[in-house]
């Protein structure tokens, strides 16, 4: 196994769990989400800002400011940051 793909593995269960943990469901629409169809959205500004979706800074981000953001569906998304 190379180093990114150990890399990528682990992204994968970090994002898995932070979908569970924001009850796996978009929190405008009740939408079902996984981690690949789940968008996290920001409620409050943290360090990071813009659209940096799917990175991993964004998403140690979450970790580490769970109650600044929501997750959301892509369409409920677009409309949130309108
Ligand atoms: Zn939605």
């Not at 970090?14 to 978009?26: A, D, Q, T, Y």
């Not at 979450?62 to 409309?79: D, F, I, K, Q, W």
Request: glycine letters at 8%; a positive charge.
């Amino acid at each position: 196994m190379t180093e990114r793909s150990v890399f990528c593995l682990w992204y994968r269960s970090v994002r898995n769990s932070l979908v569970k943990f924001f009850g796996g469901k978009c929190g405008a629409c009740d939408m079902k989400l996984n981690r690949t169809t789940a968008q996290f959205a920001h409620l409050k500004p943290t360090q990071i800002t813009g659209r940096g979706r799917g990175s991993w800074e964004r998403l140690h981000d979450v970790m580490a400011n769970p109650t600044s953001y929501a997750l959301l569906c892509y369409h409920c998304h677009r409309e949130f940051d309108q």
